[in-house]
């Protein structure tokens, strides 16, 4: 893929950097002909330069560059512009299928007689392994080895498969299992701000901008690279050299003022951030932090703020790069000329904050004076519902009572556990977890973690006996600060040992619990708690056997654990009795901003970074012993593979894509599904249950049980992938009232089943099929097999109240309309029951957005037509659900 295109608007400099000479596309040469862009917001500046770099009169034009520079006019626009990142950043859960998909587009390029190393990145591909160690062993020194092995026995066949990848993709690196968290580890080692390459003789610098087959990649923003979560698709799309088009966004300035009161963390902020910011509605926007706050604001910090921003809504969440960044940069390790060319190249082009330039123009402005932040947690189900710590007792006995349906006269009881000198009630805490790279990332939130730990351990304190706790860093340098602070002892007198180096907890690999507790638990209906320092609470997602589930700081998990209870008020009751006999309250051990900021000076330096990243390809003893085919050009599929599978994406296509696609008619209705139905609903990443068509799967080709694994770690198989769509254990289709879980009915017999047996039913009877949702529909992870099963289920159409991003681009791309009800409609505004048939008309002459009509035939010969808005949003999404999906559309181009 070339770097450049033919600069008609003349705007190639040079820049001299430390003795060297760079080229870049100077904004304000751009500004000579484009007019007066100076306020224009960082994140469109980034989009700017995009567009005169690869500018070539085609895909890249001087109008989409006009578009942007026009923005600042109404501070929105209506313009698309394509954009293609400097690289890509995979993790495994969604790396595995990616590779797949690739693998068997080289298989389906040698059935179009075409070049199957045509099939190849076009631009540097980072997968980090970090998605596949679960917590089955916890609180003990052996826990990190043991689950090393366990998962080393599980994924052996996924690893070797990515080995294989490394070897037969150019451009393709593999971060090695039990390294860190994809997010922390490009945060620490793999970004570089301004990127590099060289072409026709001379070296160009711009933007490293980014995108990420997971959503938290947006964690990046904190250190002012551009990068945002898109699915496997697009992402396999843009690596493949495909520009990905987008409607140009509108950005919200999030002004910050103050300074963090005593005690309150980062986690605090970041949760109140969420919630104003989900409040606000920013689906589909940018939003860029900026204001005196800044100043002080350390980088750790902004990483976690942009960490959620998928959890508030937005594409990205931004920080301009400024002083912060670069003293970031040196102590990570970065190299001193990289440093001194992201400060000149960012100050060349006007994007350097550095107090001296206007504040950029916004569409909308929010404001929050941080010193006003207070200690929080939020949930039980959702990152957005914010609690005041003082409020959390008094808020779980409503939701107790209110959300979760527990009769008054059995909200207050507890339950023996078998063989134990202690009882369970509703919210007991039975997760305490550290975890995810939202906050294993941040210094000074670990550091309060273990120094917390610490006055706790001195004072005779201990984790409460049912509760599983868990240390899961997201890089080696969190454990060699740790350590050189002498925190580590405490931690895991406390059980808070090392469990292993991924995001564990955070996505459901929480691991089991005592069978004594689960049964406690499941026998008598209990509202068990979890508390950790994640990004996700959804419903189902952390354990099959804890419903209310709360994010929090790690000190605040390190205290619920000892205190392990939400019918506590944790901010006032005794957390427990010191060896003296004396009670001990969340203030006396809550560490001071002096006690944080001299361990962190006295722990944390360059040479942690460098020791920390030193091996960072080298990866486990296992690692290095797996046996991987090298040498082919295509993957030797193994026909009895439960992991790798050739998926089917491309069986009997031509070289040619048909003219249209028609109408949807005769359509029968597979699943009626509420608001905030999450990419957790519709393809979750947990446990594969035995009675599940997943399950039964897995036993008809020879797994036991034990060997199950995950979803996740299955994503390479379509045949458990697409019998996992709509699986959740939490899923409540409206067919079905009063049941929760993957069911459907069949039409006109009634007769109700599995979803995925109720669509290969219809799938026999060469019938399509509909989903019906409401608001936000594909909130959560942007995981591509939500989309990919929903399209090997036969769903032909995806009708809801309002998407999220990254599902409706997927759903595109994998050839499912999403469309959308007007404004004041939905499906109980229209009392859909589940037997009607649906017709969808219009698509056979389909343009971006257009006006379809949908026709329903209800069971009394009734009809009723209802108008709906198509969102394929762009002229490039047509043609790729004209050719079934983006794989196909890339595929032919490559073949032709």
């Known amino acids: ?57 085609q895909s890249f034009t001087v109008e989409n560059a006009k578009a942007i520079a026009a923005w600042l006019k109404n501070r929105h626009s209506d313009s698309e512009v394509p954009f293609r990142p400097a690289r890509i950043l995979m993790q495994d859960f969604t790396g595995v299928p990616a590779v797949v998909d690739l693998a068997a587009m080289r298989d389906g390029m040698i059935n179009l007689k075409g070049d199957p190393q045509k099939v190849n990145p076009l631009i540097p591909v980072n997968l980090v392994i970090d998605h596949s160690v679960m917590v089955d ?96 698709i697009e992402a396999e799309a843009a690596m493949l050299g495909q520009p990905i088009t987008m409607l140009i966004p509108d950005v919200i300035g999030f002004r910050l003022t103050g300074k963090l009161a005593a005690g309150v963390t980062a986690t605090d902020l ?58 970031y940069l040196r102590l990570t390790g970065r190299d001193e000329h990289q440093i001194k060319l992201v400060e000149a190249y960012l100050k060349a082009q006007g994007m350097f904050r550095d107090g001296s330039a206007e504040e950029p123009e916004f569409t909308d402005i929010l404001e929050l004076d941080i010193s006003q932040v207070v200690p929080s947690i939020s949930g ?120 292993g180096y991924g995001c564990t907890t955070c996505i459901g690999n929480s691991g089991p619990l005592a069978p004594e507790i689960v049964d406690t638990i499941e026998n008598n209906k209990l509202v068990a708690s979890a508390v950790l320092s994640g990004n996700r609470n959804f419903e189902g997602r952390i354990s099959p056997n804890v419903r209310a589930n709360y994010l929090a700081s790690p000190p605040l998990v390190v205290a619920y654990a000892i205190l392990g209870t939400l ?142 694994n995950s979803y996740g770690s299955r994503r390479g198989n379509h045949e458990v992938m697409m019998r996992g769509t709509f699986a959740n254990i939490r899923i409540k289709n409206e067919m079905v009232p009063g049941v929760e879980g993957g069911y459907s009915k069949h039409y006109p017999d009634g007769k109700e089943g599995a979803i995925y047996d109720v669509a290969m039913q219809y799938q026999q009877e060469k019938t399509p099929l509909i989903v019906f949702g409401g608001k936000e529909y594909g909130m959560g992870s942007s995981r591509d097999w939500a989309a990919k099963g929903t399209n090997l289920l036969g769903v032909a159409a995806v009708i809801a109240e309002s998407f999220e991003r990254i599902h409706r681009s997927n759903l595109v791309g994998m050839g499912v309309l999403p469309l959308l009800f007007e404004e004041g409609t939905t499906r109980k505004t229209l009392n859909l029951k589940g037997d009607e048939k649906i017709d969808i008309l219009g698509v056979e002459t389909l343009k971006p957005r257009q006006k379809l009509t949908m026709r329903i035939h209800r069971a009394d010969g009734s009809t009723q037509e209802v108008p709906l808005v198509c969102r394929v949003d762009t002229l490039e999404e047509v043609e790729y659900y004209r050719h079934g999906g983006i794989l196909p559309y890339v595929l032919r181009l490559m073949a032709q």
């Not at 997010?183 to 490293?208: C, M, R, S």
């Not at 030193?614 to 040498?631: F, R, Y």
């Not at 048909?658 to 957790?680: E, W, Y």
């Not at 594969?688 to 997943?694: C, G, L, T, Y």
């Open 137 to 232: 062993y916890a609180g003990s020194s052996t826990a990190l080895q043991n689950n090393i092995s366990l998962e080393f026995e599980r994924n052996a066949e996924r690893y070797a498969f990515l080995r294989w990848g490394q070897e037969a993709f150019k451009g393709f690196s593999v971060v090695p299992p039990d390294t860190g968290i994809c997010h922390q580890v490009n945060l620490e080692h793999i970004a570089k701000v301004v990127w590099t390459n060289e072409e026709d003789g001379k070296n160009y610098a711009y933007p490293d901008t980014l995108y990420g087959t997971d959503s938290h990649t947006t964690m990046i923003n904190g250190l002012g690279v551009l990068g945002w979560g898109v699915g496997g």
């Open 1 to 57: 893929m070339k770097l450049v295109g033919q600069d008609s608007l003349n705007t190639c400099r040079p820049l001299e950097v430390d003795g060297k000479t760079y080229h870049y596309f100077s904004l304000s040469e751009a500004e000579k002909t484009l007019g007066s862009f100076r306020r224009l917001p960082n994140t469109l500046k980034v989009l700017l330069e995009n567009v005169l770099r690869f500018e070539n009169g």
């Open 270 to 327: 970041v949760l109140t951030v969420t919630e104003m910011l989900r409040k606000k509605g920013v689906v589909g926007k940018f939003v860029e932090f900026y204001g005196p706050a800044l100043d002080h604001l350390p980088l750790y910090t902004r990483a976690t703020i942009a960490n959620m921003a998928p959890e508030y809504g937005a594409t990205c969440g931004f920080f301009p790069v400024d002083k912060q960044a670069l003293d």
């Open 567 to 708: 019918r506590k008020d944790i901010t006032k009751d005794p957390l427990g009795v010191s060896k003296e006999g004396k009670e001990i309250y969340l203030k006396d051990i809550w560490p001071s901003e002096q006690e944080i900021a001299d361990a962190m000076a006295s722990a944390i330096s360059k040479e942690e970074f460098k020791k920390g990243y030193s091996q960072v390809s080298t990866g486990p003893a296992e690692w290095q012993a797996l046996e991987v085919a090298t040498g082919s050009q295509t993957y030797a599929w193994a026909p009895d593979s439960t992991y790798v599978r050739n998926p089917p994406y491309f069986e009997g296509m031509g070289k040619e894509a048909p003219a249209k696609r028609p109408d949807i008619k005769g359509a029968r209705i597979l699943a009626l599904l509420g608001d905030n139905v999450t990419t957790d609903h519709i393809s979750p990443a947990g446990s594969i249950r035995k009675d599940s068509p997943a399950g039964r799967y897995l036993t008809e080709h020879g797994v036991k049980v034990n060997d199950f």
């Open 380 to 499: 039980p189900r959702r990152p957005q519902d914010r609690i005041s710590l003082n409020d959390a007792k008094s808020v779980f006995e409503k939701e107790l009572v209110g959300g979760f349906n527990v009769p008054t006269a059995d909200a207050d009881k507890s339950y023996p556990v078998a063989n134990a000198d202690y009882q369970l009630e509703h919210g007991s805490v039975v997760i305490a977890a550290i975890t995810s790279c939202t906050n294993t990332s941040n210094a000074e939130v670990m550091m309060a973690a273990g120094l917390l730990a610490k006055k706790a351990h001195a004072l005779g304190l201990t984790r409460k006996p049912w509760v599983k706790t868990s240390l899961a860093p997201g890089s080696k340098v969190a454990t060699e600060y740790l350590q050189k602070a002498g925190l580590t002892d405490a931690l895991n007198a406390l059980g808070f040992n090392i469990v």
